[in-house]
């Protein structure tokens, strides 16, 4: 069982790190990689710079120091988290049980521009089969993603219904391992419907032109839903139950807690000022009482 489990490894996870591995809380961060720092080509607005830097050095930087320190890493996606009092994180290097989480993994994404997909929200577009598949029952429904993510959320729905159909909007499989459900690769012209969602409108793979336009195909599907890329923060805390704000953002105290009881979240994915160094101060944040509530609950237990 692990004391912490960090996800993410930007400026919010590694600010967690170091001061959950001062704690004694020998924390474990997982991560899929750069995430936002990469797109920073010149950092020069944070403490202690002598010269500016690129997000790609930052963020080498930042691995070095943890590693260094002790801090142990694992190159993986998460899926999914489950549980209450202690948490299964789900990745594809498998489960790993820990008493506590540190959400970082960055911002809220953006939906992907397919006509329809905003204004469905709600009446049949969701994020979060598990949240969302006890209204889909025996209903035929459609994921829309090309990854593990996409197929964890696959599956989930495969519980409540047997008509379940990956679209990867014309994008090839990533999938890591073999599976059951279908895929269907064609992009995705549009999600239609009158009230709620009905099904979605699709390019012809066979791009054949008729009347100046390109061949179409109909897909009924009453639940569309957005698993695309890997699961981020605020998909994590959406499924867990945790409280998100009003834009959409993770809410949290000022422990940097969520709603849920051992699990914090810091750095973008809580919203506000999205700078490296409020990243740092609630990853410091987080840490510091990440490590409290495990020695609290522990002492609890004794």
Do not use: W
Request: glycine share 12%; proline share 3%; charged share 25%.
């Amino acid at each position: 069982m692990e004391k912490v489990v960090i996800i993410g490894a930007g400026p919010a996870g590694i600010s967690a790190a170091l001061y959950t591995v001062r704690g004694n809380m020998d924390p474990l961060v997982i991560h899929t990689g750069i995430g936002a720092l990469e797109k920073a080509e010149k950092i020069e607005n944070y403490y202690g710079l002598e010269r500016p830097l690129s997000g790609q050095e930052l963020f080498d930087r930042g691995i070095a120091q943890a590693k260094d320190l002790g801090v142990r890493f694992l190159e993986a996606q998460v899926l999914g988290i489950s549980g209450f009092d202690t948490f299964t994180v789900k990745t594809t290097a498998g489960d790993i049980e820990t008493e506590s989480v540190i959400l970082a993994t960055g911002g809220k994404r953006t939906a992907p521009a397919i006509p329809g997909i905003r204004e469905y929200e709600g009446r049949g577009v969701s994020y979060c089969a598990v949240c969302d598949a006890f209204f889909y029952r025996g209903r035929e429904v459609a994921v829309l993603g090309n990854s593990d993510f996409a197929l964890h959320e696959a599956e989930e729905l495969k519980n409540v219904t047997p008509s379940v159909t990956i679209y990867t909007n014309g994008e090839k499989p990533e999938f890591s391992r073999n599976h059951s459900i279908a895929v269907n690769t064609m992009r995705i012209q549009a999600i239609e419907g009158e009230q709620t969602v009905s099904g979605l409108r699709m390019e012809n793979d066979m791009n054949v032109q008729e009347e100046g336009k390109q061949e179409v195909s109909f897909y009924p599907a009453e639940g569309v839903f957005v698993a695309l890329g890997t699961a981020g923060s605020t998909e994590i805390a959406r499924q867990m139950g945790a409280e998100l704000t009003e834009k959409g953002n993770i809410k949290v105290n000022e422990n940097m807690e969520t709603t849920i009881p051992g699990l914090f979240a810091a750095g973008d994915c809580t919203g506000g000022l999205l700078q490296i160094a409020k990243a740092v101060y609630e990853g410091s944040v987080a840490g510091i009482h990440a490590g409290k509530y495990v020695r609290r609950r522990n002492s609890d237990r004794s």
